[in-house]
């Protein structure tokens, strides 16, 4: 049966929303400075949107077809889904995001296998679930009748569908016993239907609501067996039933709608949506005839939403005809395998001046988003007219992938030969109890030792010192000048505020991870190669192109000068090797542990340097650990062994009097407790605040039994703890865990804070610890 409405030829599911020059990053800081007002907020987001759209319809997506997809946000997806509905009100939108003085933000975890940050809604029985904010509605009609003269677009509104909505909020504090929120699946699906009513009326001819929730494991674990097939079907079965809808378009990213769980391709085939989106990167196609899908337009994710390297055109267009002949489907079209929100906005921003790794050959094996748009747009037209009409740009591709195979520094002979030697003994240290003895006795720290993650605010003079050095304004000298003066500046502060272990703040330091790719052989760094993280905060994510290898120390003369200011001991500080992976673009033409160990030797050299330089304490952060965990289960064993091992080849060559710490954060930790164990750090620090210490339970039922510093402090969040509320947590540390064990420390890195707050938050840290202290 034909589709009613036929589906476009070519989409992407996304498009990244912080703005080429992050537009929404400073209109969002400017009003929570108070510098701007609410209007002038929504007219910066205003015409932000429209000229995404119509770059996208610039790059050749239809204007008139709903192939524009409308995928804005002021802060977060979930939490527009959250307002949509009534559960969190709108007045509160950046309250729910950020805090203020009285009430907490909302917990904040990974989206999936990303890097980026969504909020967790609260939902209980009596949170109110209704249609309470038309924005896709409003969005859709600014675009399709715009007032500033400009071009008209018909988009797609994007929205977060209900069983994946539901799927990631938590039950609200004094929920009932047993409680989950998708127990309100009806009353979120009657106000999803009142939004299809709305969209109907205004005239979307498409809409799409995101279901990655179908592929992952990680989210519907707890569920029984055929709950969540019986979920998708009584949700769109209603859905589809709304009069006078736009069509629907469920997209499925980041993984494989047939699993060891189950096949959630089934009912959303047997369903009365109209299209369906796969992810043909990280799942898999259709082989054969899946009843229903024959009435449906399928849209193969052919093109990587998720990494930046060009796609092989001749590949995909193969595989693009393979399915269109194989699964019997009403239509075939070509789109990105997620949203384009992870991936920069287009490599021509970039200056391709072999600075920094930026060799100009480099550009030709990239695509970023804007490139991405282009191949959707080359393999719907092969598709459609066959691969003569684009032979061309196959030619272009192919010769681009042909160069990167063949260049100097993707294979380093000494690199894997050094890999290939590595054994058993590679990944051991000494048992633990001989190694606590040994630091003990090194380091002679009261119950309850207090430090901080690493970082300390980087004050606009430190940034304006690193860009005026960056551009030559500024010589190495004054530079270093600078930056000493700032480490010695929190030294001081550490040594007044009483802390027992410190840090050197890392001012020098622009990003955790692109600090050290600047210094490895084998990476690549962008100028302008911005991807949003959470909010208004945004990253630019190493290129990893090459083998891995330390041509130089990459830390030690910084922590050398922080421990000759003081008596104290000093941390060395280290981004993990699963964490730089997880955080770079990483090389897509090996096995990832292979990567992982050529990282992970480098930091070993590293940790030996930092020991001869005298370094009693060194950490080797992980927060990524959790992150890239496989969504289905089948897959999650391999991964976790090749991580937990390179985290051991990282860290195994360190003395037993030498202390390693780690940090975990934004992480469903229960999930990999077993893996924290196998890291066999001596201390490891795991973001607790938002969650209230929901972890610790989890780390004593599982036996744990070293170091542990669960966060007692959310640095996410501008307000100040009370040194009440910080002693109240820490004592529920204690209580559940073994005092002898506990640190206390913040969630995280204090870099995004400022002065004030975080000076204040600290001395109610240490203040806690010492009441507690005195308790025990």
Request: proline share 7%.
């Given at each position: ?21 992050r537009?929404?990053?400073r ?11 609410d ?14 759209v ?10 008139a ?9 002021p ?9 949509l ?12 995001a950020?805090g ?37 509605v ?49 009353d979120?699906?009657?106000a ?23 592929v ?6 707890h ?46 085939a ?43 055109l ?14 019997g ?15 920069p ?25 804007d ?45 894997r ?16 109890r ?27 003079e ?20 600078a ?96 964490t ?33 330089a ?5 950490q ?5 650990l ?38 975990l ?25 938002r ?15 070293r ?29 559940a865990?073994?005092p ?37």
């Open positions: 049966m034909p589709i009613a409405t036929p589906f476009p030829g070519g989409t992407i599911l996304g498009y990244p929303r912080i703005g080429r020059r537009e929404l990053k209109a969002l800081e400017a009003r929570w400075a108070g510098r701007t007002t209007a002038e907020l929504e007219a910066a987001s205003r015409a932000l949107r429209l000229a995404t119509r770059r996208l319809v610039a790059l050749g997506l239809d204007p077809d709903g192939s524009v997809p409308s995928s804005f946000s802060y977060d997806q979930v939490l527009d889904a959250a307002v509905l009534g559960a969190v009100p709108a007045a509160d939108y950046f309250v729910a950020r203020d003085g009285a009430r907490p933000p909302l917990e904040m975890t990974k989206w999936f296998d990303t890097n980026y940050h969504y909020l967790v809604p609260e939902i209980g029985p009596d949170t109110p679930l209704t249609f309470a904010d038309d924005a896709p409003r969005w859709f009609a600014e675009a399709a009748r715009p007032d500033d003269g400009g071009q008209a677009v018909v988009t797609r509104p994007v929205v977060v569908g209900p069983v994946t909505f539901l799927l990631l909020a938590k039950a609200a504090a004094g929920a009932p016993v047993g409680f989950r929120p998708l127990d309100r699946l009806d979120a699906v009657a999803y239907a009142d939004l299809l009513a709305a969209l109907g009326a205004a005239g979307a001819p498409w809409v799409q609501l995101d279901e990655p929730a179908l992952a494991d990680t989210v519907t674990g569920l029984a067996p055929g709950a969540l097939a019986e979920a998708v079907t009584r949700a769109y079965a209603t859905l589809t039933a709304v009069p006078g809808r736009p069509a629907i378009l469920v997209a499925a990213p980041y993984g494989d709608l047939r699993g060891a769980s189950g096949d959630h391709l089934a009912p959303l047997a369903s009365d949506v109209e299209a369906i989106a796969v992810d043909l990167v990280r799942g898999s196609a259709p082989t054969g005839l899946v009843p229903g899908l024959e009435s449906k337009a399928l849209v193969a994710g052919l093109v990587d939403g998720h990494n930046v390297w060009r796609a092989d001749a590949a995909r267009l193969a595989q693009a005809a393979r399915l269109q002949a194989a699964t489907t009403g239509a075939v079209a070509v789109g990105t395998s997620t949203s384009l929100l992870h991936v906005h287009d490599v021509e921003d970039e200056t391709w001046d072999g600075a920094a790794g930026r060799d100009p050959r480099l550009r030709d094996w990239l695509a970023f988003a490139q991405k748009v282009a191949e959707v747009v080359t393999l719907a037209r092969g598709l459609a007219h066959g691969p003569g009409a684009v032979a061309e740009q196959i030619a272009a591709a192919s010769a681009a992938l042909a160069d990167r195979a063949a260049a100097a520094g993707v294979v380093v002979p000494a690199v030969e050094r890999v290939a030697r590595l054994g058993e003994a590679d990944v051991a240290r000494a048992p633990y001989e190694r606590a003895a040994a630091q003990a006795a090194r380091l002679s720290l009261p119950p309850l030792p207090t430090t901080t993650i690493g970082s300390f605010p980087q004050t606009p430190i940034r304006a010192a690193r860009a005026a050095w960056a551009r030559g304004a500024l010589d190495d000298a004054a530079y270093e000048a930056m000493r003066a700032e480490v010695a500046r929190v030294v001081a502060l550490q040594e007044e505020l009483g802390l027992d272990v410190l840090v050197h703040g890392e001012p020098e330091r622009n990003d955790m991870v692109q600090h050290f790719a600047e210094r490895l052989d084998g990476f690549a760094v962008t100028a302008g190669g911005w991807v949003q993280s959470y909010g208004s905060r945004c990253v630019r994510p190493p290129i990893l192109w090459g083998d891995v290898s330390r041509p130089a120390p990459l830390t030690v003369a910084w922590t050398r000068y922080a421990q000759s200011l003081t008596a104290k001991p000093v941390k060395g500080m280290l981004t993990g090797p699963v730089i992976l997880a955080w770079s673009f990483v090389r897509d033409d090996q096995p990832l542990g292979d990567t992982a160990a050529q990282v992970a030797l480098a930091l070993r050299d590293e940790v030996a340097d930092l020991e001869a005298g370094a009693a304490v060194v080797v952060d992980e927060p990524a959790r992150e890239l965990l496989p969504l289905r289960r089948e897959d999650q064993r391999a991964y976790l062994d090749w991580a937990v091992r390179a985290f051991r080849l990282a860290t195994a060559g360190a003395a037993p009097d030498t202390q390693v710490h780690t940090h954060c934004y992480s469903e930790f229960g999930e990999v407790i077993d893996a924290i164990d196998g890291l066999d750090a001596d201390v490891t620090s795991l973001e607790a605040a969650s209230r210490m929901e972890i610790v339970p989890q780390l004593r039922d599982a036996g744990y039994g170091g542990i510093g669960p966060g007692v402090y959310d640095i996410h969040s501008p307000r100040v703890p009370s040194a009440g509320e910080v002693t109240e947590l820490l004592r529920l540390a204690v209580r865990i073994e002898a064990l506990v640190w206390v420390n913040p969630d995280c890195g204090l870099k995004t804070r400022g002065y004030a707050e975080t000076t204040e938050s600290l001395r109610h840290l240490v203040a806690a610890a010492r009441a507690v202290r005195a308790s025990l």
